[in-house]
């Protein structure tokens, strides 16, 4: 449960800004994109859209690999270490993810996770009502004839 926790509350702390920067991005985009056809903002807010979902999860199971080979870092001498005549070609800085983990109390993890929880069913209540009210709409709706109208022309 713990582990849960700890990603979840990844999840939501990266999830803060790297969403608020994408969505600054994808406003700044759609407006260099005022005088284009509107399918071109759609296809950026859609991407801009993905993005906010995938971006956050991607970092937090790139931080949690690069959690899980800690261990395994520890026991390899670091490429910056090594003299710089080294005939080792490549990129001296290991790729995995360079973040360090914060520690947050146990309790704000909670109550993120459960603001969280909450807004998500608030928000799957809305569409679904939304969902209902149109469908309600539909059931309703039913083919009028219109009386036609002469015009006089004098």
């Known amino acids: 449960?713990?582990?849960?926790?700890?990603?979840?509350?990844?999840?939501l702390l990266n999830g803060i800004w790297?969403?608020?920067?994408?969505?600054?991005?994808?406003?700044?985009?759609?407006?260099?994109l005022s005088r284009m056809p509107s399918r071109y903002a759609h296809r950026v807010w859609?991407?801009?859209?993905?993005?906010?979902?995938?971006?956050?999860?991607a970092t937090v199971l790139i931080q949690h690999s690069a959690g899980t080979d800690v261990a395994e870092t520890n026991k390899v001498e670091s490429p910056?270490?090594?003299?710089?005549?080294?005939?080792?070609?490549?990129?001296?800085?290991p790729l995995h993810s360079l973040?360090?983990?914060i520690s947050v109390p146990p309790l704000f993890s909670k109550v993120?996770?459960?603001f969280f929880a909450t807004l998500l069913l608030y928000a799957t209540v809305r569409l679904g009502w939304m969902l209902y009210c149109t469908l309600s709409i539909r059931r309703r709706a039913y083919e009028r004839k219109v009386k036609r109208v002469?015009?006089?022309t004098n």
């Open 1 to 11: 449960m713990s582990d849960i926790r700890q990603w979840g509350t990844t999840f």
């Open 18 to 32: 790297q969403i608020t920067a994408i969505t600054i991005l994808a406003f700044v985009s759609a407006k260099l």
């Open 46 to 57: 859609v991407l801009a859209l993905v993005a906010c979902l995938v971006i956050p999860l």
């Open 80 to 93: 910056l270490r090594e003299s710089p005549n080294s005939s080792a070609r490549g990129f001296p800085i």
């Open 99 to 101: 973040s360090h983990s």
């Open 112 to 114: 993120g996770l459960w």
């Open 150 to 152: 002469s015009s006089r």
